[in-house]
Nanobody, 123 residues
Framework: QLQASGGGLVQAGGSLRLSCAAS??????YGWFRQAPGKEREFVVG????????RYADSVRGRFTISRDKANNMLYLQINSLKPEDTAVYYC????????????????????WGQGTLVTVSS
């Protein structure tokens, strides 16, 4: 039900916009997570579809921006000033519940996951 796209190879300092298409339904909470090579998957950003709450990981705040297109049921992640350490598979995730701010980083609370899109940043 979630399809992520937009990844690719980009030079450090560049930008990418990732997209996540949610088919069939609208969820209450969406999130982006990433998994770097050899590392565990980590939280990037979470958003309530209502727009009332957004939470960013400290490592991406100021460079990453999450947004949504309600009309088309699309979620986006704008990534600027890319760094080699941003290299990872990026996953969009969703849940039917409206997660509170303190819970948005918990992967176990997201019941729907996309297949991931690879972002590679060259130095």
């Amino acid at each position: 039900q979630l399809q992520a796209s937009g990844g690719g190879l980009v030079q450090a300092g560049g930008s990418l916009r990732l997209s996540c298409a949610a088919s069939g339904r609208t969820f209450s909470t969406y999130g982006w997570f990433r998994q770097a090579p050899g590392k565990e998957r980590e939280f990037v950003v979470g958003l309530r579809w209502s727009g009332s709450t957004t939470r960013y990981a400290d490592s991406v705040r100021g460079r990453f921006t999450i947004s949504r297109d309600k009309a088309n049921n699309m979620l986006y992640l704008q990534i600027n000033s890319l760094k080699p350490e941003d290299t990872a598979v990026y996953y969009c995730a969703a849940d039917s519940r409206s997660l509170i701010f303190s819970s948005m980083a918990r992967q176990d609370l997201y019941h729907y996951w996309g297949q991931g899109t690879l972002v590679t940043v060259s130095s």
